[in-house]
């Protein structure tokens, strides 16, 4: 999870002493799925659709909130594990996902960054041309 922001999300704990890089990460989700023969499974395909299915259940948690509740949403600490959790779901089928692909997914952001900062100049450097990012 990461350092926490001081005075925020009471719900998560005050830091984690190390940070895994993400191939070592994907190593030990390749391995935990080597260990149980998962690798037929897989697939670009399955992976993606395990990838919507926990992205779903992230925004079940939010459903019903209002914004004023979402925003706070890390204080209790019950709601605050249950999107921990998710999220290390989320990105856990991302990182299986772009293992399979050969895609790095640092490489993948840092590449659409750059995009995004030309395509969305800060106002008054560019053509102020705006549209929704995909």
């Not at 989700?29 to 395990?50: D, S």
């Not at 209790?76 to 895609?103: K, M, N």
Request: net charge negative; with cysteine; proline share 7%.
């Amino acid at each position: 999870m990461g350092r926490r922001n001081p005075g925020r999300h009471s719900g998560t704990p005050e830091r984690v002493t190390e940070h895994p890089d993400l191939a070592a990460l994907q190593r030990r989700l390749a391995e935990f799925a080597a260990a149980r023969n998962w690798q037929p499974y897989h697939t670009p395909k399955n992976l993606v659709a395990a990838l919507s299915v926990e992205a779903s259940e992230l925004v079940e948690i939010f459903q019903w909130l209002t914004p004023e509740e979402s925003a706070r949403v890390m204080d209790d600490p019950g709601t605050a594990h249950r999107v921990t959790d998710e999220v290390a779901d989320v990105l856990a089928y991302l990182l299986q996902f772009c293992e399979v692909l050969g895609i790095d997914p640092l490489a993948a952001l840092a590449a659409k960054i750059d995009r995004n900062e030309h395509r969305f100049p800060v106002p008054g450097t560019g053509d102020g041309h705006q549209q929704a990012d995909s």
